[in-house]
């Protein structure tokens, strides 16, 4: 049975498109053409409807090929969200394999991944001078900023951690992917567990660290869209109370980890930069500071600098 599929007649990618955009934005599923468009285009073995040959937006599809568009279509309807879907999603320009729970990758992260791409490249203190930055990322995920840093920065090595089973599976799923496995360490660990943190520097105390840890405002989860709170593991998202539970722990470990003069860059919510701001200011003994503050691609400031200087 396909209930919504109209008379039996082969379809071609355009109508099919415009079929199933009909059929999401009557269920009410937000993206309703791009994601017809990138479900259409998957099953024709390409990556954007766009970038289909000319010749196949009016070809009929096989029958085989409209049972797994219907089939894909129905995960939509479910409010999958399309990268789960497809099962991979590029960011950075990188292919990444992507499986849920784990956290999906956002567009406002690629802005994260440039500023700490300009600091090690042009900025005034050029870390890592010989041999290229030794990096940390907290909270790897898929292995999205870790891998797009490597695969930048030839000279790089990255620490990868996450507290997530799927997660540390899937970094190295991806790693090995895209043959970056040899320059990063991916290793399961959670940052609130007191403990032992020596294992995280099988090459000494690092340059950088990196995270886009999770920052919801515990009161905020139950507004995120059913995208995001049916299929991506909470444990990426809720950041407690303020937002703020992961980052203190992240900040509080840093200094220990971190090289004199190391910097960590931050993804956060709006909110935080000023709350950040004076919890630092309350930790003086971290000997931290924020060094700068940048706003992301809707000019909300969601991104921080912050510099270790030393006893
Ligand atoms: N901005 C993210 C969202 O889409 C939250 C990301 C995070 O907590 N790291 O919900």
């Known amino acids: 049975q396909q209930p919504h599929l109209p008379p039996a007649r082969l379809l071609n990618a355009t109508e099919l498109v415009s079929h199933w955009t009909v059929v999401f934005e009557k269920r009410g599923i937000p993206e309703a053409r791009e994601s017809s468009e990138y479900i259409v285009a998957h099953v024709l073995g390409a990556k954007t409807f766009q970038s289909l040959r000319p010749g196949l937006w009016t070809q009929p599809l096989t029958p085989w090929q409209l049972q797994y568009v219907q089939e894909l279509s129905s995960y939509r309807l479910q409010r999958m969200p399309v990268q789960y879907i497809l099962g991979e999603w590029d960011f ?8 849920p729970p784990v956290f999906i990758p956002r567009p406002e992260t690629e802005e994260l991944v440039e500023w700490v791409l300009e600091e090690v490249t042009q900025g005034p203190h050029v870390v890592g001078a010989q041999g290229g930055p030794l990096i940390l990322e907290v909270g790897c995920g898929s292995g999205a900023i870790s891998l797009s840093l490597l695969s930048k920065l030839p000279q790089s090595r990255v620490i990868a951690v996450d507290k997530g089973e ?14 970056l496995q040899d320059r990063i360490r991916i290793i399961p660990f959670d940052v609130t567990l007191e403990g032992s943190w020596a294992h995280l520097l099988p090459w000494g105390p690092v340059d950088l660290v990196v995270s886009n840890p999770p920052y919801v405002f515990h009161r905020d989860m139950e507004k995120l869209a059913p995208e995001i709170l049916s299929y991506e593991d909470p444990l990426a998202l809720d950041g407690g109370e303020e937002g703020m539970d992961i980052i203190t722990h992240i900040l509080a ?12 860059f931050l993804e956060v919510d709006s909110r935080h930069p000023e709350l950040v701001g004076s919890w630092l200011q309350s930790q003086p003994d971290l000997s931290l500071n924020l060094v700068a503050v940048r706003r992301d691609f809707c000019g909300r400031p969601r991104f921080l600098h912050i510099r270790r200087c030393g006893p």
């Not at 950075?92 to 499986?99: C, R």
């Not at 799927?166 to 043959?179: G, K, M, V």
Request: positive net charge; proline residues 3%.
């Open 253 to 264: 470990l840093a200094p220990r980890l971190l090289k004199d003069a190391g910097s960590i």
């Open 166 to 179: 799927a997660a540390i599976c899937l970094a190295h799923e991806n790693a090995q992917r895209l043959r």
């Open 92 to 99: 950075q320009g990188l292919s990444l394999k992507m499986a």
